[in-house]
């Protein structure tokens, strides 16, 4: 029977994920643009030559699209990969996984390349959430109730459409997660006690336990390499769960032994302790020469486990060198290290960040969440208290879940980017856990109001519970259309771009020297004319081609500087045709005219 139930499970979540899957390629279709650091994405993959910004030069577009797809005779050279990567501020894991899957389809520049990456993720992400949700002991309900708001969210979609490392470094701490509640029930099945009284060692650590604890170190090693490679921030939620895991193994108390109750129902005093005990006393006192054999013993195993944490570290930054130099003299590691340091500005990040959290992932819900949150707090101590074996058996899980969490949250709040709604990008690898924790401490909420009801075969926590994430995921997708990264509004553009190459109109690009990589941004655009005659804004001279002189009417992409007005003056004075300039439209820090 419970077979039985298990296959039916199983396959409610393959259809689940595969409906996901269809709705996310259904935003897909409708991502129109790219963020410029997805743009980045493919440059730094697949870079041939480099760009470089001409004065009063013709460029083909040939030439641009080059620099984001792999060429005849440049797949699978993740040595480039490698070395593009050291001038900027990220390790190379994600460009290089990029880089295969545009080697295979060399000559391809398409959004599909990084979808079709950040698809396999989500899959290997929805499979990770959903054994983990299993190891804090979440029954099958309350997994379909969390898959579906995971894979319905529309952060989680965002952050597929999203062509960059954070999907991927989701991955890496699921994983990270999952190898921790493993160890920590390792653990547990070796002690007796619960989380009230304490925990005593109920036989010693076995040969099973010790090879089921480096097995598990060594799973965590290798999720540690793998997502340290693949985004820095990967290593606060390392350094979070270690503490969260190291203090927990550490300082679990020994069972105290039960004292007779006096006259009036107290427990007796001890007759020693280890305050009125000399220290003659105490060494030769049996319990507490257990308890200090069983610290130094877990000592030794958290020594074991920092070695196979440190290895990783060592040989991430061994392959990699550049990682050193990019979090401690790195532009973007001295803003973070900037960012920690000023106190001034705690509460406004913080309050920014829980508002991208309340406004995107629970769709202004988050008052809900906590109210039941609350609720459930105080349920699971009373659960505890009356001996209920479940919520006693995963405490311990979900707390360090909410430690490393909690840490990781108010520390990328306090260093990461404040970017409007795309900062989102910092905390979305956490955004599942968040979810989960959700749906747990919901589920205990709601179970603390209407008790174990059922109704027929459904139970009523977890149908209640369901009905929020249904709600908040209808919101956040129909209702506020929260989904990021889709820049629907780049389509009419592009289509504009398109129109004017086929009337053959000539196209200046008027660029800012101090920020030429901000032609990036218009990379879409750009692709669609066969070629375009760049021009720098420090230079306010005549502009002498003789086909923009001559043309009816000229297309100008200019960005903002001092000169530019200057420069578009020059242009209606050089052509007689000329005597209109036409804002079109404004993107960022460019503005289209139409001179006419």
């Not at 529309?154 to 960059?164: A, E, L, Q």
């Not at 679990?252 to 007759?271: F, H, I, Q, T």
């Not at 052509?575 to 289209?592: A, F, G, H």
């Amino acid at each position: 029977m419970k077979e039985t139930v298990t296959k039916k499970i199983n396959l409610i979540l393959i259809a689940m994920l595969i409906l996901q899957i269809a709705t996310i390629c259904f935003y897909g279709v409708q991502k129109s643009g790219f963020h410029q650091d997805e743009y980045y994405s493919f440059f730094s993959t697949n870079r041939t030559l480099g760009f470089y910004y001409p004065d009063r030069e013709w460029v083909d577009s040939e030439t641009v699209r080059n620099e984001f797809v792999v060429l005849p005779g440049e797949g699978f050279n993740y040595g480039l990969v490698h070395l593009v990567q050291s001038w900027d501020v990220h390790p190379p894991l994600f460009y290089d996984m990029l880089h295969t899957i545009c080697s295979f389809t060399a000559g391809v520049f398409s959004k599909w390349q990084g979808i079709l990456l950040n698809l396999i993720g989500f899959a290997i992400s929805f499979f990770l959430l959903n054994k983990l949700s299993r190891s804090i002991g979440m029954s099958d309900g309350e997994r379909l109730v969390l898959m579906f708001a995971y894979g319905f969210n529309p952060m989680t979609i965002s952050c597929v459409m999203f062509i960059r490392m954070y999907m991927w470094l989701t991955v890496f701490m699921l994983a990270l997660a999952l190898c921790h509640m493993r160890l920590i029930s390792l653990i547990k099945r070796y002690y007796v006690g619960n989380e009230i009284t304490g925990y005593v060692l109920a036989r010693p650590f076995d040969k099973e336990f010790k090879k089921g604890f480096v097995n598990t170190v060594l799973g965590i090693a290798v999720v540690s390499f793998l997502g340290f490679s693949t985004q820095y921030y990967f290593l606060i939620f390392m350094v979070m769960m270690a503490l969260s895991f190291g203090l927990w193994f550490l300082f679990m108390v020994p069972k105290k032994k039960k004292r007779k109750l006096d006259s009036s129902g107290m427990p007796e005093a001890p007759e020693r302790t280890p305050i009125n005990m000399t220290i003659g006393e105490l060494l030769d006192d049996e319990e507490f020469a257990q308890q200090a054999a069983s610290m130094a013993e877990r000592f030794g195993y958290l020594l074991v486990y920092g070695f196979g944490c440190g290895v990783a570290l060592i040989g991430a930054v061994l392959l990699y060198p550049a990682a050193f130099s990019h979090i401690f003299r790195g532009y973007r590691g001295q803003e973070a290290q900037a960012a920690f340091a000023d106190s001034s500005n705690i509460w406004e990040r913080f309050r920014f960040f829980v508002g991208l959290v309340d406004d995107y992932l629970l769709s202004g819900f988050a008052w809900l969440v906590i109210a039941i949150s609350v609720l459930a707090l105080i349920g699971l101590f009373f659960f505890v208290r009356m001996k209920n074996k479940k919520d006693k058996l995963h405490i311990a899980h979900v707390r360090i879940l909410v430690a490393a969490t909690a840490g990781y949250f108010l520390i990328v709040a306090k260093t990461a980017l404040l970017l409007g709604n795309t900062s989102n990008r910092y905390e979305m690898p956490i955004y599942p856990i968040i979810l989960l924790l959700a749906v747990y401490f919901i589920k205990v909420g709601i179970r603390v109001i209407v008790g174990h009801r059922r109704l027929m075969e459904v139970s009523i926590p977890t149908l209640v519970t369901f009905l929020i994430f249904l709600l908040i995921t209808i919101k956040g997708l129909v209702v506020d259309q929260n989904v990021l990264f889709l820049y629907p509004e780049d389509a009419s553009r592009i289509a504009y771009a398109r129109s004017v190459n086929e009337k053959d109109i000539p196209v200046v690009i008027m660029f800012n020297e101090k920020t030429p990589d901000n032609i990036w941004r218009l990379t879409d655009e750009l692709l669609e004319y066969d070629k375009f005659f760049y021009v720098s804004e420090e230079n306010a001279g005549e502009i002498e081609d003789a086909s923009i002189n001559s043309s009816d009417e000229v297309i100008v992409y200019a960005a903002d500087h001092e000169n530019r007005d200057i420069i578009l003056d020059e242009i209606t004075r050089s052509n007689p045709n000329i005597d209109n300039i036409e804002e079109v439209s404004v993107k960022d820090m460019w503005t289209l005219y139409r001179c006419y």
